[in-house]
Every structure is written in C-alpha cells, then in structure tokens.
T-cell receptor, first 115, second 113 residues
Framework: KAGVTQTPRYLIKTRGQQVTLSCSPISGHRSVSWYQQTPGQGLQFLFEYFSETQRNKGNFPGRFSGRQFSNSRSEMNVSTLELGDSALYLC??????????????FGQGTRLTVV | TQLLEQSPQFLSIQEGENLTVYCNSSSVFSSLQWYRQEPGEGPVLLVTVVTGGEVKKLKRLTFQFGDARKDSSLHITAAQPGDTGLYLCAGERPSGGSYIPTFGRGTSLIVHP
C-alpha cells in the first residue's frame, strides 16, 4: 500500500512569509503527527491530529498550526517565518487507537529553507 | 536539557566491527522505541521495548531495555554498510495531563566497506 506522502519535498521561503505543508497518511490511518527536525535540536514533536481534532501539542509558538480534514489528510502552517524555522518537517501517520500503542510511519519530509 | 541522551553522537567504523549505542534518561519510560533514519528519508521503526530487562533481537541487531526502564542499548554485530544511518531512541513524556513523543538527538553511524 502507498506510504505517507508529504508535499512539497523542498521549499524556499523568505523571512516573514507563511508556508503550508501537506501530508497524506496511509489509507485507513486516522492519526497524523508533525515533527520538526534540525541538527541542533533533533526531532521535536509539534502536534498530533486524530479524527480532525488536535489531540496533543508540543512546545512550539502559536505561529505553528495545523489541521486535519475528514479524509485524514493534514496540513501544517507556519506564519511569519523566521530563519530558525529552517528544518526538515516530518509527518507520521498511525492507526491512532489505542493512543500510544500503534506503529508510526513517517513520510520523507519537507525540507524548508528560510532565507 | 535532553530527556533522552544518546551516545555516542557519531560513530565511524569498518565493516565487520561490532558497536553499541546507548539511550539514557533519569526518567522512567513505559516503553522505548528505536528508529533508523537514512539520508533523505523519514525514520523507520526498528523495535519497541516494553518490559524492564527485555532483550529483543532483529537479525544482527540486539536491543535491551534497562531493568529500571530508564535506559536502553542497541548492539550491532558485524556491521555492514547498509547499517549506515541515524539511530534514534524515542519515548513518551508527560505534558499537560497527556503524553507526547520525545526523541533523543540520535547516533549517526557510518560503516565503511
């Protein structure tokens, strides 16, 4: 079956702009989580959506937001981009139930560069 | 301060050598997971350890969960170039009445032919 698909793969934006990233989970998976990966901080959890509701949230400013649609596809948005937002943004999908007992499958990520 | 500390940060070895990477914490985890991430790809789950003292084997990879469930190790026997990648340990930490995923910063392994 098809894996987790993230688009676009690469993106270059200017400081102050906003960006929207997309994630299509594995068919049948209802949970989508987003992560930011940087060389300095490693892999950090942004938020998780399950059945169109945010179920968990990490410690990121309000400029980072997300949503999930009825078909489980998810988008994340970063507003007022800063240079420090340059990172690999990863999406992971899982069945979602029970909450922490299902394997997460990651996409290839979106490489965002802010200049 | 990183909740999950991984060591070493970098490892460069020759094919055929053995190696061990560590994942340590001062906190107790109900389970820990190990992932491998190859360049340009997302992490792939290798194993989940749940019981203190548990040992799991995946071909040449041996995973151990500490008795107190605060640490874990990954041992690779006779490493091969295909083992090259970033090895990440992960668990869940309490946050605001819930639990959220937390990752170590990883061990970057290069196996030279």
């Amino acid at each position: 079956k098809a894996g987790v698909t993230q688009t676009p793969r690469y993106l270059i934006k200017t400081r102050g702009q906003q960006v929207t990233l997309s994630c299509s989970p594995i068919s049948g998976h209802r949970s989508v989580s987003w992560y930011q990966q940087t060389p300095g901080q490693g892999l950090q959890f942004l938020f998780e959506y399950f059945s169109e509701t945010q179920r968990n949230k990490g410690n990121f400013p309000g400029r980072f937001s997300g949503r999930q649609f009825s078909n489980s596809r998810s988008e994340m948005n970063v507003s007022t981009l800063e240079l420090g937002d340059s990172a690999l943004y990863l999406c992971a999908s899982s069945l979602g139930v029970p909450v922490s007992d299902t394997e997460a499958f990651f996409g290839q990520g979106t490489r965002l560069t802010v200049v | 301060t990183q909740l999950l500390e991984q060591s070493p940060q970098f490892l460069s070895i020759q094919e055929g050598e053995n190696l061990t990477v560590y994942c340590n914490s001062s906190s107790v985890f109900s389970s820990l997971q190990w992932y491998r991430q190859e360049p340009g790809e997302g992490p792939v789950l290798l194993v989940t350890v749940v019981t203190g003292g548990e040992v799991k084997k995946l071909k040449r990879l041996t995973f151990q969960f500490g008795d107190a469930r605060k640490d874990s190790s990954l041992h690779i026997t006779a490493a091969q170039p295909g083992d090259t990648g970033l090895y990440l340990c992960a668990g869940e930490r309490p946050s605001g009445g819930s639990y959220i995923p937390t990752f170590g910063r990883g061990t970057s392994l290069i196996v030279h032919p």
